[in-house]
């Protein structure tokens, strides 16, 4: 079954430190893995996105990583911001074509405080 | 970055009446997505649209329906809502050659059945 977890569920950290969030998946064939940032009340925003060729993208004070090998992502926030408090979603997609789905995981949420 | 515009934003109603959530978008993509979101769960695909005139039921059963009559416009019809369809509505859009599936989402339209 295609499926895509991420940890941890929810997570708090001080303004200025870094965190990294995990992601694993299980969706085969595999064609691109993003970040999307949802900022509360809004629709997701997407942050970097990932083939399987590539193994770090980043994007400002976000990177992401990505082991084709062994189906995990994550993401490194660095220097947090108050902003950076929001849930952050990884979603793959099964094929690069007008046929590819997508699967989403349910979201870590990030809490950024002062 | 996709100009898409959902509304209402919030929407409180009582049982039994009859809703259309609105979804527009000015980028000419062809392809239209409608997906719920509950608190902390992962995105579902409710309807899908790759184009003027095409319309596709997603992998969540939904007592909605869609139309796509015009390329610019996806709007999504509850004919009698129930406490059960409360939940955050999210349209997405996606151009025609995007072999990467990135999905431009708009703000969403919470909803809330009395």
């Known amino acids: 079954k295609n499926q895509v977890e991420q940890s941890p569920q929810s997570l708090i950290i001080l303004e200025g430190k870094n965190c990294t969030l995990q992601?694993?998946?299980?969706?085969?064939?595999?064609?691109?893995l993003r970040w999307y940032k949802q900022d509360t009340g809004r629709g997701p925003v997407s942050l970097t996105i990932?083939?399987?060729?590539?193994n770090t993208k980043s994007n400002g004070r976000y990177t992401a990583t990505l082991d084709a090998d062994t189906k995990q992502s994550s993401l490194h926030i660095t220097a947090s911001q108050l902003s950076d408090s929001a849930s952050y979603i990884c979603?793959?997609?099964?094929?690069?074509?007008?046929?590819?789905?997508?699967?989403f995981g349910r979201g870590t949420q990030l809490t950024v405080w002062p | 970055e996709a100009d898409i515009y959902q509304t209402p934003r919030y929407l409180v109603i009582g049982t039994g009446k009859k809703i259309t959530l609105e979804c527009s978008q000015t980028?000419?993509?062809?392809?239209m997505y409608w997906y719920q979101q509950d608190p902390g769960m992962e995105l579902h695909l409710i309807h899908y649209s790759y184009g003027v005139n095409s319309t596709e039921k997603g992998d969540l059963s939904s007592e909605s329906t869609v139309s796509r009559i015009r390329t610019e416009h996806f709007p999504l019809t509850l004919e009698s809502a129930r406490p059960s369809h409360t939940s955050q509505y999210l349209c997405?859009?996606?151009?025609?050659?995007?072999?990467?599936?990135?999905?431009?989402f708009g703000a969403g339209t919470r909803l809330s059945v009395l």
């Open positions: 997405a859009t996606e151009p025609r050659e995007n072999t990467k599936n990135i999905q431009y």
């Open positions: 992601c694993n998946y299980t969706v085969s064939p595999f064609s691109n």
């Open positions: 979603v793959v997609s099964d094929r690069g074509s007008t046929l590819g789905r997508l699967y």
């Open positions: 980028m000419g993509h062809d392809k």
């Open positions: 990932m083939t399987f060729s590539e």
